[in-house]
């Protein structure tokens, strides 16, 4: 049985809010138990118009093959001080991929931490602690000052950081230019463990 697309866009946009992450077509197709792309497709292409006719602080954002409902960047600085900020392991290993290679494109994170990025990302972006702008067909991101406040850091520049994440990996730049943070065991992308708050002797985050 055909479902009109105005119901079928309302669904979407349920599916999409109570979900909190990025989904797929093929994801939201098995949710609503809809096995038509197209109608699927022409729903989110639906949706896309109506929040970017709309004044609203939401927005329905297409990420690699996914989408998600988001906070417009202009509106991610008001829900801060409400987002919850406790990071999981996988999040805090994107943010200091992230925060050790920035700018880094997210295909490239994709590389480092597969399909799961675009969920990391998304969470990153909505508590403030990176953003992206949009390049090319992808997303360059960067910590954001909020980053340096959280982490008690004495600076907010990428390569003030990129030092710090250095000394807690343990490792020395090589001659040739900043190590790459990778297990050399599984060949997988290593992300340093970052503390919350600044060290005893740190002065204040210079921002």
Same mark, same amino acid.
């Given at each position: 049985?055909?479902?009109?697309?105005?119901?079928?866009?309302?669904?979407?946009?349920?599916?999409?809010?109570?979900?909190?992450?990025?989904?797929?077509?093929?994801?939201?197709?098995?949710?609503?138990?809809?096995?038509?792309?197209?109608?699927?497709? *022409?729903?989110? %292409? !639906?949706?896309?118009?109506?929040? #970017?006719?709309?004044? @609203?602080?939401? /927005?329905?954002?297409?990420?690699?093959?996914?989408?998600?409902?988001?906070?417009?960047?202009?509106?991610?600085?008001?829900?801060?001080?409400?987002?919850?900020?406790?990071?999981?392991?996988?999040?805090?290993?994107?943010?200091?991929?992230?925060?050790?290679?920035?700018?880094?494109?997210?295909?490239?994170?994709?590389?480092?931490?597969?399909?799961?990025?675009?969920?990391?990302?998304?969470?990153?972006?909505?508590?403030?602690?990176?953003?992206?702008?949009?390049?090319?067909?992808?997303?360059?991101? *960067?910590?954001? %000052? !909020?980053?340096?406040?959280?982490? #008690?850091?004495?600076? @907010?520049?990428? /390569?003030?950081?990129?030092?710090?994440?250095?000394?807690?990996?343990?490792?020395?730049?090589?001659?040739?230019?900043?190590?790459?943070?990778?297990?050399?065991?599984?060949?997988?992308?290593?992300?340093?463990?970052?503390?919350?708050?600044?060290?005893?002797?740190?002065?204040?985050?210079?921002?």
């Amino acid at each position: 049985m055909a479902v009109k697309v105005d119901e079928l866009a309302l669904r979407v946009e349920a599916v999409l809010f109570a979900a909190g992450h990025p989904l797929s077509v093929h994801e939201l197709g098995e949710t609503l138990r809809v096995s038509d792309p197209p109608a699927l497709q *022409e729903a989110l %292409r !639906a949706l896309q118009k109506t929040y #970017g006719a709309r004044q @609203t602080a939401l /927005e329905l954002a297409h990420v690699g093959d996914r989408y998600t409902l988001q906070l417009r960047e202009p509106f991610l600085e008001v829900a801060r001080p409400v987002t919850p900020t406790e990071l999981a392991p996988r999040t805090l290993k994107a943010l200091t991929l992230i925060a050790y290679h920035q700018p880094l494109l997210q295909s490239q994170l994709v590389k480092m931490l597969g399909e799961c990025t675009y969920e990391e990302v998304g969470r990153l972006r909505s508590t403030g602690l990176i953003r992206a702008e949009p390049k090319g067909s992808t997303l360059e991101l *960067e910590t954001t %000052r !909020a980053f340096a406040e959280y982490f #008690g850091l004495a600076s @907010t520049r990428p /390569e003030e950081i990129r030092r710090i994440l250095e000394q807690k990996l343990g490792v020395s730049p090589a001659a040739s230019g900043a190590p790459s943070p990778v297990d050399p065991a599984s060949g997988a992308s290593r992300a340093p463990e970052l503390s919350v708050g600044p060290p005893a002797d740190a002065p204040p985050a210079q921002l």
